[in-house]
C-alpha cells in the first residue's frame, strides 16, 4: 500500500493549509489514518488521528486549530490546519494502518512527508 501526500508549502503566521493523503494498493480494510509531524532536532509526534468507528485524537498542541477529515471509501485523509504558528513548521507524515495487499496482510504505510513551513 503506497500514500501519496499533498499540500504543504509555506504560510505567514496565521495563515491556513490543507494537507491530502490518498491510499492506493489493494486495500481490504482500513483501521486508522492520521498525520504526524517532525520538526528538526524533535521526534516525530502525533498532529492527528481518526480510526474505525470515527475516533479522533489531537494532538494537544492542535487546540482547535486543525480538523482531520477521511473518505474510507476514496481512502483519503485529509487535515485542514488553520491559525499556523511558525512553531507548526515541520515534515507532515501521512500514516495509514489496515490490512491489504496479496495476499492480505495487516500493512501500517507512511508517506514521504510534505514540508509546512510557517513564516513569523
Known amino acids: 500500500v503506497q500514500l501519496q501526500a499533498s499540500g504543504g508549502g509555506l504560510v505567514q503566521s496565521g495563515g491556513s493549509l490543507m494537507l491530502s493523503c490518498a491510499a492506493s494498493?489493494?486495500?481490504?480494510?482500513?483501521?486508522?489514518m492520521g498525520w504526524y509531524r517532525q520538526a528538526p532536532g524533535k521526534q516525530r509526534e502525533l498532529v492527528a488521528s481518526?480510526?474505525?468507528?470515527?475516533?479522533?485524537n489531537y494532538g494537544d498542541f492542535v487546540k482547535g486549530r486543525f480538523t482531520i477529515s477521511s473518505d474510507r471509501a476514496k481512502h483519503t485523509v485529509n487535515l485542514q490546519m488553520n491559525s499556523l504558528r511558525p512553531e507548526d513548521t515541520a515534515v507532515y507524515f501521512c500514516?495509514?494502518?489496515?490490512?491489504?495487499?496479496?495476499?492480505?496482510?495487516?500493512?501500517?504505510?507512511w508517506g514521504r512527508g510534505t514540508q509546512v513551513t510557517v513564516s513569523s
Open positions: 481518526i480510526s474505525r468507528g470515527d475516533t479522533i
Open positions: 494498493g489493494n486495500i481490504y480494510k482500513i483501521n486508522s
Open positions: 500514516n495509514v494502518d489496515g490490512h491489504g495487499g496479496r495476499p492480505v496482510r495487516p500493512f501500517d504505510s
